[in-house]
């Protein structure tokens, strides 16, 4: 199976739709909506890793692809934060149909600072500029009270808190929080 064909697979069976549309009037810069490769993800809960005893928390969390992915292939309890609430709708609409008690979504500017506390962070190059600043800036706060992994997929960041972990794939670096 190709990957392409297992992530339209895999939506299917999350009763994820389409590609929706991103909600007009968002502010400037923000990035818009794109699903991350389900290989990404399952990359990510071997090498991270991401067991059931972590916090999995995937900022900018769109349908909640990565978010229920994560919760079912580690029983890990999974936090989707997403800035646009129709996308949040359906994330909740398909983890209550699937049962999924330990996976939840915010709706909330993660660039805002208003991060919740786990173990494991997820970002799809969610973030650019002064936003990614922001959000490294309350990743390290949390730094501070407990060891964290950043999972970066489709970026780079070099701060002096994190060490760099390179994954086989190319497209996804690891950060493990040196505080
Ligand atoms: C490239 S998509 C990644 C979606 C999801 N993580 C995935 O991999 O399937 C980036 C998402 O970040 C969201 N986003 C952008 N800025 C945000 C912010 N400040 N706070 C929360 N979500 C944000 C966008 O609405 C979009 O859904």
């Known amino acids: 199976m190709r990957f392409d064909e297992r992530d339209l697979w895999l939506d299917e069976l999350l009763g994820l739709p389409e590609l929706p549309a991103d909600l007009p009037g968002l ?3 923000t990035v818009p909506y ?10 990510t809960v071997r090498e991270a890793p991401v067991t059931a005893a972590d916090v ?3 900022l900018g969390a769109g349908l909640g692809r990565p978010t229920l992915l994560a919760h079912l ?10 800035l646009q609430s129709h ?3 359906h994330a909740r ?3 209550t149909r699937l049962g999924l008690d330990d996976v939840r979504f915010t709706v909330a500017d993660a660039a805002a600072g208003d991060i919740p506390e786990g173990s494991v962070y997820f970002i799809y190059a969610s973030f650019n500029g002064a936003a990614l600043a922001r959000v490294l800036g309350a990743l390290e706060r949390i730094a501070a009270r407990r060891p964290i992994v950043l999972c970066a997929v489709g970026f ?3 701060e002096s808190w994190l060490r760099e972990r390179r ?11 040196s505080r």
């Open 87 to 89: 996308l949040v709708d």
């Open 93 to 95: 609409t398909a983890a």
């Open 34 to 43: 794109l699903p991350c490769d389900v290989a990404a993800v399952v990359r």
């Open 156 to 158: 780079e960041v070099r």
């Open 27 to 29: 502010p400037p810069g």
């Open 73 to 82: 292939l580690s029983g890990v309890r999974a936090v989707g934060v997403e």
């Open 56 to 58: 999995f928390i995937d």
């Open 167 to 177: 994954s086989a794939s190319p497209e996804l670096v690891f950060y493990d929080s």
